[in-house]
């Protein structure tokens, strides 16, 4: 009975490089949310999708950003052209359908350096 | 004004005591109302919701909701140092059914 699986756990990048992460949400889940929390904030929503639909993207930067739920396959939020700003946990939440109780995933620690 | 906030502590505790952890928000029309811990490191763990005034009772835990007040707080009754970590108030603001707004966490120690 897995969780919300998140990988990598942890992530260095370079300034400039391509970031991406993924996140398989529980069995019979088909909603996905990704927030971020910087060091020393709350965590802050960023996008809500469904399978191959992206729902809410208000919480998402407007450049550099992009996130998808494919037909098959985990979610991925990608990151490109990382900078130091970009140095936060991102934690991935599942729910069964569109509803206010959602489970987070152990998320993935991005350093940018 | 924050959109919800929480006194960043660190709130300590001696083993067997009741910890209490407030939280207000300022959207009146707010509806659902999430208490989250989580540990250093980890993912957050949802602990508790309440969506009408008054109380709710799970285990050890108690949540309170007022609603007039904009206020929700946590009771962890007999802490254990198991409960020290940090716990996040969270709302689901009026106009939406799932977007979580969190304030920035308690930091909560329950010393032996």
Redesign the interface.
């Known amino acids: 009975n897995a969780g919300?699986m998140q990988n990598p756990r942890h992530l260095v990048r370079r300034r400039g490089q391509e970031a991406r992460l993924r996140c398989s949400p529980m069995k019979g889940h088909s909603?996905v949310?990704w927030?971020r929390q910087l060091p020393?904030?709350?965590?802050?929503?960023m996008v809500?999708l469904q399978k191959e639909n992206i729902i809410?993207e208000?919480?998402m930067p407007k450049e550099r950003f992009s996130a998808e739920f494919p037909k098959e396959g985990p979610s991925i939020l990608r990151i490109q052209q990382v900078v130091r700003g970009d140095s936060a946990a991102y934690?991935c939440a599942s729910?069964p359908g569109?509803?206010?109780?959602?489970?987070?995933?152990?998320?993935t620690r991005l350093t940018v350096v | 004004q924050k959109e919800v906030e929480q006194n960043s502590g660190p709130l300590s505790v001696p083993e067997g005591a009741i910890a209490s952890l407030n939280c207000t928000y300022s959207d009146r029309g707010s509806q659902s109302f999430f208490w989250y811990r989580q540990y250093s490191g980890k993912s957050p763990e949802l602990i508790m919701s309440i969506y009408s005034n008054g109380d709710k009772e799970d285990g050890r835990f108690t949540a309170q909701l007022n609603k007039a007040s904009q206020y929700v707080s946590l009771l962890i009754r007999d802490s254990q140092p198991s409960d020290s970590a940090t716990y996040l108030c969270a709302v689901i603001r009026g106009g939406s059914n799932y977007k979580l707004t969190f304030g920035k966490g308690t930091l909560l120690t329950v010393n032996p």
């Open positions: 919300v909603h949310y927030y020393e904030e709350g965590l802050k929503f809500y809410d208000s919480g934690f729910s569109m509803g206010p109780e959602a489970f987070f995933g152990q998320g």
